[in-house]
């Protein structure tokens, strides 16, 4: 079975840290683009980061300079590293695959929930 | 910036109606849009890819149109279980950028 499974999420401080954790199953995980998607309680879906098989990455403004998405082919696993974190990134952090050749998210995992308060 | 707006933002229908929604881009995405469906609790699920060509395992009652700007996904007769809220998604071309809409609120009419 095609899986994504998260971890890592929990409560920080403002101006902390956290790394997140994805584990892929299922597909062979080094031929896909992957990325991280996030969502706010009650909001919509904002795209995190993504990496290509290469190991190129791509962030939008709003983490460019604060998080770092990486992966460890070897161990079938995605990560993101967030740093600075402020309260506006706050949600439920997914990740996702990226479907071969079409440029949409055909595999998600269930999330994991990542909440930035004092 | 490409931005994706969505209409309506909420629609209100009954089971075996045709749900028609729409999301506009703000420029040219060519046929590189997708959609997604959320239910509550749960992370979304692709729909549709390319515009118009549907996921894997998605019935037939899902259908997507459109290119450039403006996009339709159309559900022919809904069933009880497609009440949900619909994202769509476009990829800029370089460098690489994704984008949502606000998304589409189906709900029980």
């Known amino acids: 079975e095609v899986q994504l499974v998260e971890s890592g999420g929990g409560l920080v401080q403002p101006g902390g840290s956290l790394r997140l954790s994805c584990a892929a199953s299922g597909f062979t995980f080094s031929s896909y683009d992957m990325h991280w998607v996030r969502q706010a309680t009650g909001k919509g879906l904002e795209w995190v980061s993504a990496i290509g098989t290469a190991g190129d990455t791509y962030y939008p403004g709003s983490v460019k300079g604060r998080f770092t998405i990486s992966r460890e082919n070897a161990k079938n696993s995605l990560y993101l590293q967030m740093n600075s974190l402020r309260a506006g990134d706050t949600a439920v952090y997914y990740c996702?695959?990226?479907?071969?050749?079409?440029?949409?998210?055909?595999?998600w995992g269930q999330g994991t929930m990542v909440t930035v308060s004092s | 910036e490409i931005v994706l707006t969505q209409s309506p933002a909420t629609l209100s229908l009954s089971p075996g109606e045709r749900a028609t929604l729409s999301c506009r881009a703000s420029q040219s995405v060519s046929s590189y849009l997708a959609w997604y469906q959320q239910k509550p609790g749960q992370a979304p699920r692709l729909l549709i890819y390319?515009?118009?060509n549907r996921a894997t395992g998605i019935p037939a009652r899902f259908s997507g149109s459109g290119s450039g700007t403006d996009f339709t996904l159309t559900i022919s007769s809904l069933e009880p279980e497609d009440f949900a809220v619909y994202y769509c998604q476009q990829r800029s071309n370089w460098p690489p950028k994704y984008t949502f809409g606000q998304g589409t609120k189906l709900e029980i009419k």
């Open positions: 996702a695959r990226e479907g071969s050749g079409y440029l949409a998210f055909d595999i």
């Open positions: 390319d515009a118009s």
